[in-house]
């Protein structure tokens, strides 16, 4: 059982925030106890923004969320819009650190929702990536794609990326960016290809349900 789904994506700005705020009132609507942690977030002046949509959504659905602040759902942010390694400029992240804050808020949830900054190679310490803390906690991963031209190549890579480290995983896409040329630009490949791709739009309760009896269910 796995009461951990980590996000990712192919890249920043790609929809992870957007697909997990859509996660968070999937697993509610299904009466699962979700929170959620976003472990380092850059580019952040006084309040981490993007945890402070997440933290407000949580709210909404578990309590034992309530008297948490955004800084409670995150283990570092920095002013500097940047990967966490270049932003963290005096070299402060601890690894362990990260793990100690998503052990504590998987005590206040049936599954907690961990969001990733940027892509899976981005560096959080010099040798020590997105994807290598996915693998670290074990983590099953749903993938945020975007629709734009040039995804096709930015979603095999990110799929190689997980396969070579028996990650589990789903990728879906979220259609946001050209959404008028997607049709014909990127979909005819996507569905040769790959015969269950989704999107975050229309895919997500779907998702949540298989998640839970695959996971959730012993």
């Known amino acids: 059982m796995h009461n951990t789904l980590f996000i990712s994506a192919t890249g920043t700005n790609i929809g ?58 995150t283990a570092y942010t920095f002013p500097l819009p940047a990967a966490p390694f270049c932003a963290d400029t005096k070299q402060t992240i601890k690894i362990d650190t990260i793990i100690d804050k998503i052990h504590a808020l998987e005590k206040k949830c049936d599954i907690l929702l961990i969001e990733g900054a940027g892509g899976l190679m981005v560096p959080i310490t010099e040798s020590y ?28 890579l990110s799929i190689e990326a997980l396969k070579s480290r028996n990650i589990t995983y789903e990728w879906c896409v979220n259609i946001y960016e050209d959404k008028e040329s997607f049709d014909a630009v990127t979909r005819p490949y996507y569905d040769r290809v790959f015969k269950n791709w989704w999107s975050s739009n229309k895919g997500i309760d779907a998702f949540v349900k298989r998640y839970i009896q695959t996971h959730l269910h012993s």
């Open 16 to 73: 992870k925030t957007y697909t997990t705020l859509l996660l968070i009132k999937a697993f509610a609507s299904y009466g699962i106890k979700v929170g959620v942690c976003k472990p380092i977030e850059t580019g952040v002046d006084t309040i981490p923004l993007d945890a402070s949509l997440l933290l407000n959504s949580i709210q909404k659905v578990n309590s034992k969320f309530s008297t948490l602040d955004a800084n409670d759902i």
């Open 129 to 156: 990536t997105m994807i290598d803390l996915a693998q670290t906690l074990n983590a099953p991963l749903l993938l945020v794609t975007p629709s734009r031209l040039g995804c096709i190549n930015d979603t095999l």
